[in-house]
């Protein structure tokens, strides 16, 4: 690869239910070396049309979907309606991102290990 060329890096979409979390996450995916987007998400038909937008905009590695939504919060135990939503996510993200791999993250601080988990270590920035 030449100098001038940047190395490839993960190109992540990420998305969880609280929306304080989504610009320090997404800062710390990006600090880290990877393509990262990352916000708040409502269970609502804005929140799908949001999704599904997101979800074109570029070819993703993998989606992450945070812990309050996924079921994995460990202080936030799942309910039949956020089941419900996480379903209704899962699916819009295989109509719409095929090849991506799901990520599910468990606590903001979990977002860039759970990149790992799924993805492997990010390419270093150039």
């Avoid at 812990?67 to 799942?78: K, T, Y």
Wanted: aromatic share 6%; hydrophobic share 40%; glycine share 8%.
């Amino acid at each position: 690869m030449s100098e001038t060329q940047e190395s490839p890096t993960w190109r992540v979409l990420g998305f969880g239910k609280h929306p304080e979390n989504a610009a320090a996450i997404q800062s710390r995916l990006r600090a880290a070396g990877l393509a990262a987007t990352h916000f708040a998400l409502t269970d609502d038909e804005a929140g799908d049309t949001l999704l599904v937008r997101e979800l074109g905009a570029a070819d993703y590695d993998g989606v992450m979907i945070g812990g309050f939504i996924n079921g994995q919060d460990p202080e936030d135990p799942p309910t039949e309606e956020r089941t419900r939503w996480f379903n209704r996510i899962l699916n819009l993200i295989h109509t719409h991102a095929p090849t991506a791999k799901i990520i599910l993250v468990r606590t903001p601080t979990d977002a860039l290990p759970a990149v790992s988990r799924v993805l492997g270590e990010p390419a270093p920035n150039s």
